[in-house]
Nanobody
Framework: QVHVVESGGGLVQAGGSLRLSCAVP????????VDWYRQPPGKERELVAS???????DYAESVKDRFTISSGSAKNTWYLQMNSLKPEDTAIYYC??????WGQGTQVTVSS
């Protein structure tokens, strides 16, 4: 069974940075389309960033110029670099490779 594994979340002060990682261990096919989503407390899940074919990227307005999505050098690994974090970035962050199931997510908490 395929599992999506997110990591790298934690508690950080406003203005700080975190780098989230995503991997799909043991999945042999290369994945070309990956989204990062987040779900703030009590709110709906929202799309944060997307990467297509390893280089074409797109961002939600709320994170543009602060977050960077990228592909790792290892097959089927991706990152979300988050800078200048704000308390409103507090959420569970999920990596969603196309056609694969949701993972458990990783909690990001930004204190003011």
């Amino acid at each position: 069974q395929v599992h999506v594994v997110e990591s790298g979340g934690g508690l950080v002060q406003a203005g700080g940075s975190l780098r989230l990682s995503c991997a799909v261990p043991g999945f042999s096919s290369r994945i070309y389309y990956v989204d990062w989503y987040r779900q703030p407390p009590g709110k709906e899940r929202e799309l944060v960033a997307s990467i297509i074919n390893g280089d074409r990227t797109d961002y939600a307005e709320s994170v543009k110029d602060r977050f960077t999505i990228s592909s790792g050098s290892a097959k089927n690994t991706w990152y979300l670099q988050m800078n200048s974090l704000k308390p409103e970035d507090t959420a569970i962050y999920y990596c969603k490779p196309t056609r694969l199931p949701w993972g458990q997510g990783t909690q990001v908490t930004v204190s003011s």
